[in-house]
């Protein structure tokens, strides 16, 4: 395998400087290695040929047909010139059809010999026709059976004559250089779960003879690179939680019972109680705390931010909470200070419009120690922020947060603060072991009591009118609406014009009663002065845009009308729905989309309307959009790239290698072994592109 590393394509056979150079671009391959871990993405029977005549309907997938050209022949002019051959398989006739190489391919192919063709068939001008297939040279062993593997190519790859057949080709050379190519996982690992080989799964995953063999493979190149991520994960994870020395909170004091007994607004439901436990028992060993909590939206984390944080406080240091936006930190701020305002204890609020002189006064405090707890956005990571002895540190809403933001705030100590992520976008549980593989996890699974699930609708815009007498009822009931618009280029002008259009429409609609007007654009006293006027009552409608998806309160807000619903992602839609459903009431959201949309976008909504379940509308929108997706800081999270195993589908496979990987670790926690010498070695390969990720979040 070293070697593969070592040698670069361009010896390899067919391939060249030039080729090389386009591969690096295009697919990022450079190295013998990376040729091999380009796999294909499905497979062809090499057996199975259509007939011409068979061919139908609009979107067949690629076949092969064998047959003999009739005629060749040079149609249109300048950029339009085409080379058209005619190809003939016994039961019809097609055309093919190439734009780019044609004085090259008229001299390749000839009539009167037998080919096989691979492409996608498509009707055009009342005639079938394949627009470059690959072409197998006369007497290709395709009678032997086995399966064509059909490669991911771009269209700069096409152009330059890359074909499938090339890269399987590439290969099969590769492969046929190093027989004796060394095994990448320890044999008691490949005995116990009976894995295929390494090079047999290289070669079949290439080649397969049937599809039982490439299943196999599959298997073997899905669990190794799972493994590895595994290793390294949980291989962290123990060094750190070993070594890394973090603060000692032995008690439960004063602040803690105090508020429990005097102050407390509700009794706390079960999940909450379970958590703090958690929470508590992680501070007390001595170890640092990194602990993810989730919680659906509205399920109540912010009570266990506010007891947790009086832990920290008990226990003589100060604690700090982080939120992504200013109105969510300010909103955090309003409610934990009256919380504990009777109890003596100083919170500040620090933002981006902190004005100086009460930032200086921030400052000050917070170094001498009088400022208990610091609440805001990132500026309370700037580097002037200095602490006296920050112990706990909670992060709400963490996926807005950067992971090099994470960091600067953990280096704001000597001693690490105890760390705790909040979300409310459930993460599935894959995704969790391995992005957040390092780090407990614990889950509100509970809503406080009362709470009625949110009744959601889909709505064309041609139904407006019923929304609008919808909203009116609510009104007339005394609640508060949202009404959210899509801004998601705060450029575009379009956008921008409808959600400035919605406004005036529903002033005028609901003339009656005051409507309060946000979007991201404005100046933060702007926003927080509407924001006011909503979460006070005063305004009974907030027309706004997803600036409000995260975390804003007001429970007397039943409905929540999302414009262009289309256009959202689900767990997008999740959040702005968690908005509403947060007091006793029956609360609505509902859904306005254009008639006219994708059967998956019809399918997006359609979920929206059949279910509250934060996990299961996660789990979907990972199924339909694929892990990656799910947001840029998970993405970054992954220390390795994937090549063929997939989070969302593999599930079964994550928890084996998972298991596997902790089982190695158990027996050999530092990995001394002779027998996991290569698991070492393996891991530096593959770790090089590693990022001090984990430590942090
Ligand atoms: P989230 O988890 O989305 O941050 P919040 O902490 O904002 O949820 O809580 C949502 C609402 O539920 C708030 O109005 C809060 O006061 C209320 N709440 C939280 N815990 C309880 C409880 N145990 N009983 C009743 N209401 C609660
Ligand atoms: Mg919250």
């Given at each position: 395998m070293d070697r593969l590393r070592a040698t670069h394509i361009k010896y390899l056979k067919g391939i060249g400087e030039k080729n090389a150079e386009l591969l690096d671009k295009e697919c990022g391959i450079r190295t013998y290695y990376d040729m091999l871990y380009h796999f294909?993405?499905?497979?062809?029977?090499?057996?199975?040929?259509?007939?011409?005549?068979?061919?139908?309907?609009?979107?067949?997938?690629?076949?092969q047909v064998r047959g003999r050209f009739v005629s060749f022949t040079v149609q249109g002019e300048g950029a339009k010139t085409r080379l058209v051959g005619l190809f003939s398989d016994g039961s019809g006739v097609m055309e093919v059809v190439w734009f780019k190489r044609i004085k090259y391919m008229r001299e390749a192919y000839h009539t009167a010999t037998d080919y096989v063709l691979f492409g996608k068939p498509s009707f055009f001008n009342g005639r079938w026709s394949m627009v470059h297939p690959e072409i197998?040279?006369?007497?290709?062993?395709?009678?032997?059976?086995?399966?064509?593997?059909?490669?991911?190519?771009?269209?700069?790859?096409?152009?330059?004559?890359?074909?499938?057949?090339?890269?399987?080709?590439?290969?099969?050379?590769?492969?046929?250089?190093?027989?004796?190519?060394?095994?990448?996982?320890?044999?008691?690992?490949?005995?116990?779960?009976?894995?295929?080989?390494?090079?047999d799964a290289l070669t079949t995953i290439h080649a397969p003879a049937d599809m039982a063999a490439l299943e196999r493979a599959r298997l073997r190149l899905k669990f190794e690179e799972l493994f590895y991520l595994q290793l390294d994960i949980q291989r962290y994870a123990r060094r750190r939680s070993s070594t890394t020395q973090g603060f000692f909170f032995p008690r439960i004091g004063h602040y803690f019972n105090t508020f429990y007994r005097d102050f407390l607004p509700f009794p706390l439901t079960g999940a909450q109680k379970r958590v703090i436990k958690e929470v508590r028992a992680d501070m007390a060993t001595g170890r640092q705390m990194n602990?993810?909590?989730?919680?659906?939206?509205?399920?109540?984390k912010t009570m266990v931010a506010l007891l947790t944080m009086l832990i920290a406080l008990d226990n003589g240091t100060q604690a700090c909470l982080m939120a992504p936006t200013e109105i969510l930190a300010t909103q955090h701020f309003e409610t934990i200070s009256s919380l504990v305002a009777p109890m003596g204890i100083n919170v500040k609020l620090l933002t981006g419009s902190t004005r100086r002189k009460a930032r200086e006064e921030i400052h000050s405090q917070l170094r001498d120690g009088s400022l208990h707890i610091l609440i805001g956005t990132h500026a309370v990571i700037e580097d002037e922020v200095k602490f006296h002895n920050l112990g706990f540190i909670v992060i709400d809403e963490q996926h807005r947060f950067g992971v090099a933001q994470r960091a600067r705030l953990w280096t704001k100590n000597t001693v690490a603060p105890h760390v705790l992520v909040m979300t409310a976008t459930p993460i599935p549980r894959t995704l969790a072991m391995t992005v957040y593989g390092d780090l407990d996890v614990s889950v509100i699974d509970?809503?406080?009591?009362?709470?009625?699930?949110?009744?959601?609708?889909?709505?064309?815009?041609?139904?407006?009118?019923?929304?609008?007498?919808?909203?009116?009822?609510?009104?007339?009931?005394?609640?508060?609406?949202?009404?959210?618009?899509?801004?998601i280029n705060q450029n575009d002008k379009l956008e921008l014009r409808s959600l400035e259009e919605g406004y005036e429409s529903i002033c005028e609609i609901f003339r009656d009663y005051?409507?309060?007007?946000?979007?991201?654009?404005?100046?933060?006293?702007?926003?927080?002065?509407?924001?006011?006027?909503?979460?006070?009552?005063?305004?009974?409608?907030?027309?706004?845009?997803?600036?409000?998806?995260?975390?804003?309160?007001?429970?007397?807000?039943?409905?929540?009308?999302?414009?262009?619903?289309?256009?959202?992602?689900?767990?997008?839609?999740?959040?702005?729905?968690?908005?509403?459903?947060?007091?006793?009431?029956?609360?609505?959201?509902?859904?306005m989309s254009k008639r006219k949309i994708?059967?998956?976008?019809?399918?997006?909504?359609?979920?929206?309307?059949?279910?509250?379940?934060?996990?299961?509308?996660?789990?979907?929108?990972?199924?339909?959009?694929?892990?990656?997706?799910?947001?840029g800081t998970m993405q970054s999270g992954i220390p390795f790239d994937l090549h063929i195993a997939n989070l969302s589908t593999d599930g079964q496979i994550v928890q084996l290698a998972r298991d596997t990987a902790c089982a190695v670790l158990d027996a050999d926690p530092s990995l001394t072994a002779h027998a996991n010498a290569l698991l070492v070695r393996q891991l530096s390969l593959l770790s090089s592109r590693i990022k001090d990720w984990s430590r942090i979040s």
């Amino acid at each position: 395998m070293d070697r593969l590393r070592a040698t670069h394509i361009k010896y390899l056979k067919g391939i060249g400087e030039k080729n090389a150079e386009l591969l690096d671009k295009e697919c990022g391959i450079r190295t013998y290695y990376d040729m091999l871990y380009h796999f294909p993405t499905h497979y062809v029977d090499r057996t199975s040929i259509h007939r011409i005549s068979s061919f139908a309907g609009e979107d067949m997938p690629s076949v092969q047909v064998r047959g003999r050209f009739v005629s060749f022949t040079v149609q249109g002019e300048g950029a339009k010139t085409r080379l058209v051959g005619l190809f003939s398989d016994g039961s019809g006739v097609m055309e093919v059809v190439w734009f780019k190489r044609i004085k090259y391919m008229r001299e390749a192919y000839h009539t009167a010999t037998d080919y096989v063709l691979f492409g996608k068939p498509s009707f055009f001008n009342g005639r079938w026709s394949m627009v470059h297939p690959e072409i197998d040279p006369p007497g290709a062993p395709m009678a032997q059976g086995g399966f064509r593997g059909v490669y991911p190519l771009t269209e700069k790859l096409r152009n330059r004559g890359f074909s499938s057949r090339k890269f399987a080709t590439a290969a099969a050379d590769i492969l046929g250089r190093c027989g004796n190519m060394a095994e990448t996982l320890p044999p008691h690992i490949v005995g116990r779960h009976r894995l295929m080989g390494i090079y047999d799964a290289l070669t079949t995953i290439h080649a397969p003879a049937d599809m039982a063999a490439l299943e196999r493979a599959r298997l073997r190149l899905k669990f190794e690179e799972l493994f590895y991520l595994q290793l390294d994960i949980q291989r962290y994870a123990r060094r750190r939680s070993s070594t890394t020395q973090g603060f000692f909170f032995p008690r439960i004091g004063h602040y803690f019972n105090t508020f429990y007994r005097d102050f407390l607004p509700f009794p706390l439901t079960g999940a909450q109680k379970r958590v703090i436990k958690e929470v508590r028992a992680d501070m007390a060993t001595g170890r640092q705390m990194n602990r993810l909590l989730q919680g659906d939206v509205g399920s109540g984390k912010t009570m266990v931010a506010l007891l947790t944080m009086l832990i920290a406080l008990d226990n003589g240091t100060q604690a700090c909470l982080m939120a992504p936006t200013e109105i969510l930190a300010t909103q955090h701020f309003e409610t934990i200070s009256s919380l504990v305002a009777p109890m003596g204890i100083n919170v500040k609020l620090l933002t981006g419009s902190t004005r100086r002189k009460a930032r200086e006064e921030i400052h000050s405090q917070l170094r001498d120690g009088s400022l208990h707890i610091l609440i805001g956005t990132h500026a309370v990571i700037e580097d002037e922020v200095k602490f006296h002895n920050l112990g706990f540190i909670v992060i709400d809403e963490q996926h807005r947060f950067g992971v090099a933001q994470r960091a600067r705030l953990w280096t704001k100590n000597t001693v690490a603060p105890h760390v705790l992520v909040m979300t409310a976008t459930p993460i599935p549980r894959t995704l969790a072991m391995t992005v957040y593989g390092d780090l407990d996890v614990s889950v509100i699974d509970e809503l406080p009591p009362g709470r009625k699930p949110v009744q959601t609708l889909l709505r064309y815009d041609e139904e407006r009118f019923a929304t609008y007498q919808g909203i009116g009822r609510q009104l007339r009931l005394g609640r508060q609406v949202y009404i959210v618009y899509p801004l998601i280029n705060q450029n575009d002008k379009l956008e921008l014009r409808s959600l400035e259009e919605g406004y005036e429409s529903i002033c005028e609609i609901f003339r009656d009663y005051r409507v309060a007007f946000l979007h991201g654009r404005m100046k933060p006293e702007e926003k927080d002065f509407q924001m006011g006027l909503f979460s006070s009552g005063e305004a009974r409608i907030l027309v706004s845009t997803t600036v409000i998806e995260v975390g804003v309160n007001v429970p007397n807000a039943t409905t929540m009308v999302i414009e262009n619903a289309e256009r959202f992602g689900l767990s997008q839609l999740h959040q702005l729905r968690g908005r509403v459903g947060r007091g006793g009431e029956q609360s609505y959201c509902i859904l306005m989309s254009k008639r006219k949309i994708s059967g998956d976008t019809r399918r997006r909504l359609e979920l929206m309307t059949s279910t509250t379940d934060g996990f299961a509308i996660a789990e979907a929108d990972m199924q339909m959009r694929g892990p990656g997706d799910i947001e840029g800081t998970m993405q970054s999270g992954i220390p390795f790239d994937l090549h063929i195993a997939n989070l969302s589908t593999d599930g079964q496979i994550v928890q084996l290698a998972r298991d596997t990987a902790c089982a190695v670790l158990d027996a050999d926690p530092s990995l001394t072994a002779h027998a996991n010498a290569l698991l070492v070695r393996q891991l530096s390969l593959l770790s090089s592109r590693i990022k001090d990720w984990s430590r942090i979040s």
